[in-house]
């Protein structure tokens, strides 16, 4: 017999033309050698199989999975018992072709008629920026149940205020309001449960009434029944956010917003329908008032003593006469929206949102004109003792922009 690498020579030389009496003769072997091999397609194999040390105990360990027992660990400890000295792996290996499939337990496909239901959720992801550096920001999810509309929104809290925003600007995306939101036991919005009833926080029990839906949360530890809020999830990180790159959260919105247009303008691969032509259909009931809506968009905040106010992570600044009051802020329209007594002190758009601290020009005109007092008495004197303690490279960005305004 020959080796199997002379047979793969043969074959080779019989492929380029060669005869077999050509071939032999240049190898060395018989005519009828080389024929053998080009008739047989089958490599030559060992055919002594070498023993193993389960051998003497593949009786018992047919008898134990005749009883049902296929835990290997189980088996391995029965088998030492016995004398057994080999591993865990082998019996894994011989096991594994007798092993019953696992059983997958069926469950019913929610479907629901149009505008009955939405279901939304929270997700934690991950974008790359221009420079590569990964930044981790929540994502707020809704789904339209019947038709697969999506709406996607990222944020930088997933509180209760950034959460009724959310949605709000989700049921004004889909231009109506469905009669049920169905969520998970999200401890944003749920404060207990009795008697297998979800009570809900009174805060957003009262936003949810005023927008007119109902909320549901779906039953615990059974995620199937929100199955398509969880696959709109998954399929965000797996196919919008990979090989994009993002300068900031206003460009990530506007991107997963495009996005959700693209991806709903397709056939759905469930439905055999196009999202956006189904939302026609979904019969949604009709949006709250615009006062209402207004009224769950704005926070309250105060002024600090040094003029800015906090908000999603940055320090928006406003004059200095505003030190210590009470200001509301709201986003709108890609816009942080500052009042203070129903008047506009700072309108900044998101796309000017770059550093930490956004000063506002002529921020501390006239301050020392006035020494610090601000012209309403409520205000607080500004002194240097009470004055916040910010880095001093903080003032210098301050003064150039007084300089540049």
């Known amino acids: 017999m020959i080796g199997s690498g002379l047979i793969m020579i043969i074959r080779d030389e019989a492929r380029k033309g060669k005869s077999a009496y050509r071939i032999a003769k240049e190898n060395g072997i018989s005519k009828n050698t080389v024929k053998k091999y080009l008739n047989n397609k089958e490599l030559p194999g060992r055919t002594h199989k070498r023993s193993s040390l389960l051998d003497p105990f593949k009786s018992q360990i047919n008898q134990m999975m005749a009883d049902g027992l296929f835990n290997c660990t189980v088996i391995l400890e029965s088998l030492k018992n016995e004398g057994y000295s080999g591993g865990k792996t082998i019996i894994k290996d011989y096991v594994q072709p007798f092993r ?78 469905p009669d049920v939101v169905l969520t998970d036991n999200m401890k944003t919005v749920v404060l207990r449960h009795e008697a297998g009833k979800t009570i809900f926080l009174p805060a957003f029990e009262s936003f949810c009434a005023d927008m007119g839906f109902l909320p549901k949360t779906c039953q615990v530890r059974r995620p199937q029944t929100k199955g398509k809020v969880e696959r709109l999830v998954r399929y965000l990180k797996e196919n919008f ?70 908000f999603d992570g940055h320090l928006y600044g406003v004059n200095w006469r505003y030190s210590g009051r009470d200001a509301q802020v709201r986003l709108y329209h890609n816009h942080v929206q500052i009042y203070i007594d129903n008047a506009a002190v700072a309108d900044v758009p998101l796309t000017d949102v770059k550093e930490y601290y956004v000063p506002q020009g002529q921020q501390y005109a006239g301050l020392a004109a006035q020494n610090g007092i601000a012209w309403n008495p409520s205000m607080a004197i500004r002194t240097e003792e009470d004055v916040t303690e910010r880095p001093l490279k903080t003032y210098d960005r301050l003064m150039e922009a007084m300089a540049n305004a």
């Open 241 to 310: 956010l990979p090989g994009r790159r993002f300068t900031n959260l206003f460009d990530l919105n506007a991107q997963v917003l495009q996005w959700c247009q693209h991806v709903d303008s397709k056939k759905h691969s469930t439905t055999g329908r196009i999202p956006l032509q189904m939302l026609s259909v979904e019969n949604l009931n009709p949006l709250p008032p615009a006062e209402i809506r207004d009224r769950y968009r704005w926070e309250n905040r105060k002024v600090s003593k040094d003029g800015f106010v906090s």
């Open 100 to 177: 019953p499939p696992k059983s997958i337990p069926a469950v019913p496909r929610y479907e629901t008629p149009p505008g009955k239901q939405a279901q939304m959720d929270w997700g934690i992801c991950q974008y790359l920026d221009p420079d590569g550096a990964i930044h981790k920001v929540p994502a707020f999810v809704m789904i339209l149940s019947h038709s697969r509309a999506k709406y996607v929104e990222f944020t930088k809290r997933c509180d209760l205020k950034s959460l009724e925003r959310c949605i709000l600007n989700a049921l004004e995306y889909f231009g109506g309001v």
